[in-house]
Each structure stands twice: as C-alpha cells, then as structure tokens.
C-alpha cells in the first residue's frame, strides 16, 4: 500500500511543480513589453515595394488532367455487359458538333478534332470565359 501512496505523492508533485511552471510564466507574460506593432509591414497592392512580383510562375508547373469529350450515353446495365468487339455504342453527340475540353472536369473551351502525323488532336473554336464558367458553376 505504501508503494501506491507513494505513487500518488510524486503525481501530486508533478502536478504542483506544473502549475507554479505555468503560473511563473503567466507572471513572465504579465511583465513582458507588449509587442511592437511596427514589427509587422503594412500590407500593400503594390508589389514593387515589397520584393516580390506578382507571377504565376509557381503554379504553371502544377499538372491538370484536360479531357476532350466525344459524346455521352446511359446505358443499361444488361446492354453494357452484351457489349462485344466491334459493337456500336450510339454517343449524344452530333457529327460535326464541337467537342468539349474539360480540364480537371470543368467545361473551358469546345473545339473540333484534327489529325496531325496520324495523331488526334483538337483545334480550340471557342473559349469559356471566366464570367461564363463561374454562371455554370452556380448553375
């Protein structure tokens, strides 16, 4: 029993010597010079006085997946598992009709496929503005 009791006093020592710690810094924050606010530079538009300059440059190196969509279908499940080589799945989309360049899935240009040394490629006809993509975001 002594042993428990014992372990009991050196956890109240503990405790007590933790509190008279915080207590003798609380005191030392009490006492302490209250931060200058000349420390800190005013934050300003102009980027001149600052050193920096306003560049994208660390983000152009950030990858993003652009996808250029063909067309979209539903389709049931007992079709899609009757689905063999050579079947012809039939798309929304209309021959002829711009295809949309998606980047990280959202809608920033159509435009129309291109063949370039026997590679697909697309030929950019329109481009979504900014104001246009925020109108369809909300949508």
């Not at 660390?58 to 079947?87: C, H, M, W």
């Amino acid at each position: 029993m002594a042993n428990d009791n014992d372990t009991q006093i050196a956890a109240e020592d503990e405790w007590g010597a933790a509190i008279a710690e915080q207590t003798q810094s609380e005191a030392a924050a009490i006492k302490a010079p209250p931060a200058s606010p000349s420390v800190f530079r005013e934050f300003s538009g102009d980027t001149a006085k600052g050193g920096t300059h306003n560049d994208i440059d660390f983000i152009l190196d950030i990858p993003v997946q652009l996808t250029v969509e063909l067309g979209r279908t539903k389709i049931a499940i007992k079709n899609l598992l009757q689905l063999a080589q050579g079947s012809v799945v039939e798309l929304d989309g209309l021959a002829g009709e711009p295809m949309d360049v998606l980047v990280n899935g959202c809608l920033i240009a159509q435009g129309e496929v291109v063949v370039v040394n026997d590679k697909f490629g697309i030929r950019l006809t329109d481009i979504i503005t900014p104001s246009e993509r925020i109108r369809k975001l909300n949508k």
